[in-house]
C-alpha cells in the first residue's frame, strides 16, 4: 500500500531521468524562433527572481540573514520557468544526458546552448530596463540601487578557481531542482523541490550565470561606465564554464547511468 501511494505522488529517480532525457531531445527539436522565444522567458523570470530578492534583503546588515531572506525570494523564478515554460542555459546543460545517449549530436548540444544563452541575455535585458525605470532601485533613498552595485563589483572580482568552482556548486543545485520538479507529480510537490535547492545556491552565494547578466546589465544602466565591460565577460565566461561542467559533467554522467534501460 505504502509502495502504491508512493508511485501515485512521485516519479521514482530512473524514471525522472528517463523523463528528462526525453524533454531534454525536445529542446534540441524546437524551432529557433520558439527556442529564442522561451529563452528571453527564461532569462526574464530570473532577472525578476534577482530583482525581487535583493530588494528583500538589500537592507540587512548581517549576511547569513540576507542571504536566507534572498533565498526565501529567489527560487520564484526558477518556479516560473517550470511551470509557464522557458529555456535556461543552466538547466540545458543536462542536454548532455542525451549526447551520452547518441539521441543529440554534440553540434545540436551547443546549438542550443548558443541560443538560449543569448536568448536569457536578452530576456535579462528587457526586464533590467524595466526595472530601472520603474523606480525600484531608488528604494531605501538610493540603497537599493548601491547594493546591486555593490554585488556586481564582487561579482566581478571574482578569481577564476572561485567562479568556476562556485559555478559548479551552483549549477549542481539548479539542475537537482529541476530534476527534483520532475520527480513530483502535483504543483505543490514541484514546488517545494524546487524551493529547497535554489533557496540552498543563493544562501551558499553560489554563482549563477544568468543571474549574473542581469546584475551586471542592472549595475551598468544605473551607472553607466560604472563597472569594466571586459571585467564583467571575462567573470560570465569563468562563470558559465562552472556552471556547464557543475550541470553537464559532475551531475549528467552519473544521472545517466541511473538510467532505467542501464
Known amino acids: 500500500m505504502r509502495n502504491l501511494h508512493m508511485e501515485n505522488h512521485f516519479n521514482t529517480p530512473a524514471e525522472v531521468v528517463d523523463l528528462s532525457i526525453k524533454a531534454c531531445e525536445n529542446k534540441t527539436k524546437l524551432p529557433v524562433g520558439k527556442m529564442i522565444l522561451l529563452g528571453i522567458m527564461a532569462g526574464g523570470f530570473i532577472a525578476l527572481g534577482g530583482a525581487t530578492s535583493s530588494t528583500a534583503a538589500h537592507a540587512v546588515e548581517n549576511v547569513g540573514v540576507a542571504r536566507a531572506l534572498a533565498g526565501v525570494i529567489f527560487p520564484v523564478g526558477l518556479m516560473l520557468i517550470v511551470f509557464l515554460g522557458g ?3 543552466t538547466g540545458n546543460c543536462l542536454i548532455i544526458m542525451d549526447v551520452f545517449d547518441k539521441r543529440v549530436t554534440w553540434a545540436g548540444l551547443f546549438r542550443d546552448l548558443f541560443i538560449v544563452f543569448f536568448s536569457n541575455l536578452i530576456g535579462a535585458l528587457c526586464v533590467d530596463v524595466l526595472i530601472v525605470f520603474s523606480g525600484n532601485l531608488n528604494y531605501s533613498g538610493g540603497l537599493l540601487g548601491a547594493y546591486t552595485i555593490k554585488v556586481a563589483v564582487s561579482k566581478i572580482a571574482i578569481s577564476p578557481v572561485q567562479g568556476i568552482t562556485s559555478g559548479i556548486l551552483c549549477n549542481i543545485l539548479v539542475c537537482l531542482a529541476v530534476l527534483m520538479a520532475t520527480s513530483a507529480r502535483d504543483i505543490a510537490g514541484k514546488v517545494w523541490a524546487i524551493f529547497f535547492p535554489i533557496c540552498a545556491f543563493v ?4 554563482e549563477h550565470c544568468v543571474a549574473n547578466m542581469a546584475t551586471f546589465v542592472t549595475a ?3 551607472v553607466p561606465g560604472g563597472i569594466s565591460l571586459t571585467a564583467a565577460l571575462k567573470s560570465m565566461v569563468i562563470v558559465t564554464i562552472g556552471n556547464a561542467i ?4 559532475l551531475l549528467a554522467w552519473p ?3 541511473m ?3 542501464k
Open 220 to 222: 551598468a544602466l544605473l
Open 255 to 257: 544521472l545517466r547511468m
Open 203 to 206: 544562501v551558499g552565494g553560489f
Open 87 to 89: 529555456e535556461l542555459f
Open 246 to 249: 557543475g550541470g553537464g559533467v
Open 259 to 261: 538510467s532505467a534501460d
